[in-house]
Structures are given as structure tokens and as C-alpha cells.
């Protein structure tokens, strides 16, 4: 039995630990492949919507806020002219993703894209004039993320990561 309470139209396997399992593991794939080829395989996300329309994807590195480790986690991401924009969606489940927490705590941190190692970012969540700019946008890259929003009774936040 789930711990939250999810809108009736949500997947009921959405806060199942099965699921969050197989997210870990593949989460962990996608992150040594894209590492193993410099982005030139893991690059694109080609799953849900974005199987017909192909999504750029990232790795974010975060340090842990309570343990310190370092985590690498990959994600899809807008490109917003020197800037990259993610989301903390976690796929509509109701609560924020760790790396969320972990960047608050570490704004300043790297990322990966294909062809560049280790950009130097630091990361701050958008106001709320920059989301409603950007989200639409969002929306258009990835249509997924509508239907997460409308899964969750959070607001998803959206990440703003400026190079240093």
C-alpha cells in the first residue's frame, strides 16, 4: 500500500518500491554509458513521450546533503541560451527527488553533456515569473512532464543551472 495518496488518475505502481528499484538500476546504467562513450550513447531520452520525440538528457552531479557522497543522476534538460533548465518531477510521484534536496543544500556542482565533461554550474530553483516562462517550454520538449504535474499535488520545480 502506497504511503501517499495519489490523484485517481495516477499509476497505482508510481511510490511502489519495485518501481523506485528499477529506476535506481537504470538510473545507474544510463549513467555509465553516457560516461563510457562521453555522451555519444545516453545522450537522448526515448522514452515516453519522448519515443517520437527524442529529449536531451544530462548527468547532474549532487553531493549527498547528509552523507556528502557524491551521486551522479541523469536527467532531460532545456538548453536556455548559456543555461540549462531540469526538473525536479521524479515522474509525478509526490515527493521532491533527493538530488533536488541535494542541490539546494550544494548549489554548486557539474554536469555532463554530450561532448563536455564536468561543466562547472551552480544551480538555484526559478522564480515563479521565470517557471511560468519556462514551462511551457518545458511541456513542448518533454509533454510528459504535463501529465506528471497533474499526477502530483506538488508543484514541480524547475532548476535553473548557470555555467561558473
Not at 11 to 30: D, Q
Request: aromatic share 8%; charged share 25%.
Amino acid at each position: 500500500m502506497p504511503k501517499f495518496s495519489l490523484p485517481e488518475d495516477a499509476p497505482s505502481g508510481l511510490t511502489s518500491p519495485v518501481t523506485a528499484k528499477v529506476l535506481k538500476y537504470a538510473s545507474k546504467g544510463h549513467v555509465a554509458v553516457f560516461k563510457l562513450t562521453n555522451g555519444r550513447i545516453g545522450n537522448k531520452w526515448r522514452i515516453g513521450a519522448g519515443l517520437r520525440k527524442p529529449v536531451p538528457t544530462l548527468l547532474l552531479e549532487h553531493r549527498g546533503r547528509k552523507s556528502g557522497r557524491e551521486f551522479t543522476t541523469p536527467l532531460l534538460y532545456l538548453k536556455d541560451g548559456d543555461r540549462f533548465v531540469i526538473v525536479a518531477s521524479q515522474g509525478g510521484m509526490p515527493k521532491n527527488p533527493q538530488w533536488y534536496h541535494n542541490l539546494i543544500a550544494n548549489p554548486d556542482t557539474r554536469i555532463h553533456v554530450k561532448g563536455q565533461r564536468g561543466l562547472q554550474v551552480c544551480a538555484r530553483v526559478a522564480t515563479p515569473e521565470e517557471r511560468a516562462a519556462l514551462w511551457p517550454r518545458l511541456v513542448d520538449l518533454y509533454a510528459d512532464f504535463a501529465k506528471y504535474q497533474a499526477w502530483t499535488d506538488r508543484e514541480i520545480p524547475v532548476i535553473i543551472l548557470t555555467p561558473r
